[in-house]
């Protein structure tokens, strides 16, 4: 028998809820713990630890990535007044999502996970397209009013210690509405940062694009923080590693997507990334083939599956009845973790290590051996064999044991 590998640093391990909690624990024992050596930081961030701590355990999770700079997540629950009851919660607690994003001041980026046997809805894709939504402002904080008869609308600035100045937005001659937005240069400076280190790690190019021809100050405020960023602290950066920037109008990146072959970062606003992750999310499959990760503008990174608890089979697995709950994002997300660490640490026996993690479980679902949701998307094929959530990891548990054996 070959030695464990030996993972130098600590790694912060975030537990969490329902179903994904009890993959979560299987992925570590069959896949990870027979093979790594690794010093895990472990908060768990079940909703009744969340409940007992008042939600300290979430903070002091952010904390420790900001210590040791990588983590993994497992998914939590949001809850709302369904979940406080549920659980007897003294209160519905914040999302740790948004906590965990709002203290490491950081970026979510998502990308599908290919597989040979089930092809991207648009036929052009032959590479993966990540998503790097701006997850600050516009219209997710906006105030709004209902205009319910003649008047006049205006957009108010008060300088602190200044003058208010005022511009016209509508002399409404009947009933309307109208719509308040906000972003900050700070935020949107950490975005673009965020975007230009992703792209740079990943050695992949970037497209950031906006509604600048119309949006002439706010929209194109974003163009031009994009544009001083790369020419200050980027581009030679991405001239040496061979990838480009190029900033187009949103209309323009739409179309030319369709027709690429993908492989790109896309940085989009906050609506447009909703939106648009959405799209290629389901172009390529299912939500439980879409991986993310949190990357902070002081380098720190969050590792996680884009899929929630996936509440309903959990209800269905304490009842006792059969799962088949898909484990491929869960066990992307310990891998882009772990090549992460290995990277930073210098330890490329961990990089390979998670590299092969990634060729199991792909190639385990190319051999057929599916979950529920791919056998539905997958190309037909009279090899194909719909699993339960237990026998899926121990089918790329096999592979892993196999590919590790012969070196
Ligand atoms: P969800 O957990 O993503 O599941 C929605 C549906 O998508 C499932 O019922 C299932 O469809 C399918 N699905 C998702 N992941 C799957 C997987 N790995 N394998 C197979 N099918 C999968 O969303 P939700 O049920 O709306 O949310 C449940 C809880 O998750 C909520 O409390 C929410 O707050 C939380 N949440 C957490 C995060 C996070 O921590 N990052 C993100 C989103 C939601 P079928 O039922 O048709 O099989
Ligand atoms: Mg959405």
């Known amino acids: 028998m070959m030695g464990k590998i030996k993972v130098k640093s600590n790694i912060v391990e975030i537990g ?16 990870l713990l027979p093979h790594l050596n ?11 630890r969340r409940d007992e701590t008042s939600d300290r355990i979430t903070t002091d999770a952010a904390e420790a990535i900001m210590r040791y700079g990588v983590g993994v997540k497992c998914a939590t629950i949001t809850p709302n007044e369904d979940r406080v009851r549920e659980y007897g919660l003294k209160k519905p607690w914040k999302s740790p999502n948004a906590t965990i994003r709002e203290m490491l001041d950081g970026t979510v980026f998502r990308k599908p996970i290919l597989v ?5 809805s648009v036929s052009a894709w032959k590479k993966p397209i ?7 402002g516009d219209v997710y904080a906006n105030t709004e009013m209902r205009i319910t008869g003649t008047g006049k609308a205006e957009i108010v600035f008060t300088p602190d210690g200044g003058e208010p100045i005022r511009q016209m937005i509508k002399e409404f001659t009947g009933p309307g509405i109208i719509q308040g937005i906000h972003n900050t240069d700070g935020s949107i400076e950490s975005f673009a940062r965020a975007c230009f280190a992703f792209a740079c790690d990943q050695k992949i190019d970037l497209w950031f694009s906006a509604k600048d021809t119309i949006s002439k100050t706010y929209d194109a405020r974003f163009r031009d923080i994009f544009a001083a960023e790369y020419e200050k602290n980027w581009r030679a950066k991405f001239e040496e590693a061979g990838i480009s920037y190029f900033f187009t109008l949103i209309d323009d990146a739409v179309a030319r997507i369709m027709k690429s072959e993908g492989g790109m970062l896309w940085a989009l606003k906050n609506y447009d ?6 799209m290629i999310a389901s172009a390529c499959g299912s939500l439980s083939m879409m991986t993310s990760v949190l990357v902070s503008p002081h380098g720190y990174f969050e590792y996680e599956a884009a899929h929630g608890t996936v509440q309903k089979h959990y209800y269905r697995h304490i009842k006792g009845e059969e799962t088949s709950t898909n484990s491929m994002a869960l066990i992307f997300a310990w891998s882009g973790c772990l090549k992460k660490r290995g990277e930073l640490d210098g330890t490329p026996d961990v990089v390979t290590f998670a590299d092969k993690l990634e060729e199991a479980a792909r190639q385990t679902v190319e051999m057929g051996i599916m979950t529920g949701d791919l056998i539905l998307v997958a190309d037909k094929n009279p090899n194909n064999k719909k699993v339960d959530t237990e026998a899926f990891i121990d089918a790329v548990a096999l592979r892993l044991q196999k590919k590790l054996k012969n070196g």
């Open 116 to 120: 040979k046997n089930i092809r991207p």
């Open 130 to 136: 990540t998503i790097g939504r701006h997850a600050y």
């Open 16 to 31: 969490g809820d329902e179903m994904t909690r009890i993959i979560w624990k299987m992925v570590k024992e069959k896949l």
């Open 38 to 48: 690794m010093n895990l930081a472990y908060y768990d961030l079940h909703i009744a």
């Open 273 to 278: 990334g909703d939106v648009m992750s959405d």
